[in-house]
């Protein structure tokens, strides 16, 4: 008979030392969650319509996209003016090396290549190049414009205001934040 009453009283006990262990594992979360969000900060961002987030280096950028051949074409030619937190992401339907140049633009551009995991190949300063002269063919001006290569295969391009990527020390190999398979199914 004293079995069966122990058994339960043992059981009682294993379950409220269980419940007190659980109840101080949820208490030490919980205040290494709060010191975390104190330390850390909690900023909501909020996405202008139109824009896609990007995060590099810690620094939230809201860029155009460019979805599709005719957008990515144009780019930011025609600009004089990139705001500090804007500019450009290109999304490819394919990955494919890539030459990018400085047609119609008005302003030196930074471009980032990325993988498909959002990690920097390449990158480079792209200065300013003179504009079409009104005599000259399409074609000769064309080939007259450097051209910014990726080298390997790439899906994604960022383009910034310059200096920016020499103001937050980014380099290849550095990974940039961003939406890369929603924005992979919307480029055409």
Same mark, same amino acid.
């Given at each position: ?15 409220? &030392? ?11 979360? $919980? ?9 850390? +900060? ?31 074409? &144009?780019?930011? +030619? ?12 290109? *999304?490819?339907?394919? &990955?494919?090396?890539?030459?990018? *140049?400085? &047609? ?7 471009? $980032? ?25 399409? +074609?000769?001006?064309? %080939?007259?414009?450097?051209?910014? %290569? ?10 910034? $205001? ?6 937050? +020390? ?19």
């Amino acid at each position: 008979m004293v079995g069966p009453v122990i058994v339960p009283h043992r059981r009682r006990a294993r379950r409220n &030392r269980s419940l007190f262990v659980r109840a101080i594992v949820i208490s030490f979360i $919980a205040s290494l969650t709060a010191s975390f969000i104190t330390i850390r +900060g909690c900023k909501t961002v909020t996405v202008p319509e139109g824009r896609e987030q990007v995060t590099v280096a810690g620094e939230h950028f809201f860029l155009e996209p460019a979805l599709n051949e005719s957008t990515r074409i &144009r780019g930011l +030619g025609g600009r004089q003016t990139i705001e500090p937190t804007g500019g450009m992401v290109f *999304v490819f339907a394919n &990955r494919i090396p890539l030459q990018f *140049v400085m &047609r119609d633009c008005l302003t030196p551009i930074d471009i $980032a290549y990325l993988d498909d995991s959002g990690r920097i190949v390449r990158m480079y300063e792209m200065p300013i190049e003179d504009p079409q002269g009104p005599d000259e063919p399409q +074609g000769d001006y064309e %080939n007259r414009l450097p051209r910014y %290569n990726s080298d390997f295969p790439v899906r994604y391009v960022i383009e910034v $205001a310059p200096g920016t990527w020499k103001r937050l +020390g980014v380099k290849p190999g550095d990974q940039f934040e961003l939406d890369l398979d929603g924005l992979k199914a919307r480029a055409r």
